[in-house]
Nanobody, 128 residues
Framework: QVELVESGGGLVQAGGSLRLSCVAS????????MAWFRQDPGKEREFVAA????????YYADSVKGRFTISRDNAKNTVYLQMNTLRPEDTAVYYC?????????????????????WGQGTQVTVSS
């Protein structure tokens, strides 16, 4: 079992920055990959970024490439999402996710079904 707790959300003006954090506890030694997804009410959960834990290989949705950066701190069992140049369309609840299963990241790393554990979410609101 892996427990995930997100923090760092808030209200920011367009063009601003936020950094989200996700602290993992429990069976963290088995973590294969972690990711960030986001969801607006009435919409499907959308992939944002993922990181393979052992290699730090990263993957991004086209909508956030060049603006968002995912990173991890092994010692703190924490994954971060640095969000720069935020836009109103980035407004959503952001969820941290983890998987302990092997997945082919380039093929399945952006699928919500690939991840076994989820945090409670943190709200990000970008005003225009």
């Amino acid at each position: 079992q892996v427990e995930l707790v997100e923090s760092g959300g808030g209200l920011v003006q367009a063009g601003g920055s936020l950094r989200l954090s996700c602290v993992a506890s429990g069976r963290t030694s088995s973590t294969y990959a972690m990711a960030w997804f986001r969801q607006d009410p009435g919409k499907e959960r959308e992939f944002v970024a993922a990181i393979r834990w052992s290699t730090s290989s990263t993957y991004y949705a086209d909508s956030v490439k060049g603006r968002f950066t995912i990173s991890r701190d092994n010692a703190k069992n924490t994954v971060y999402l640095q969000m720069n140049t935020l836009r109103p369309e980035d407004t959503a609840v952001y969820y941290c996710a983890a998987t302990v299963r092997f997945i082919t990241m380039a093929v399945a790393g952006d699928r919500a079904g690939s991840y076994d554990y989820w945090g409670q979410g943190t709200q990000v609101t970008v005003s225009s």
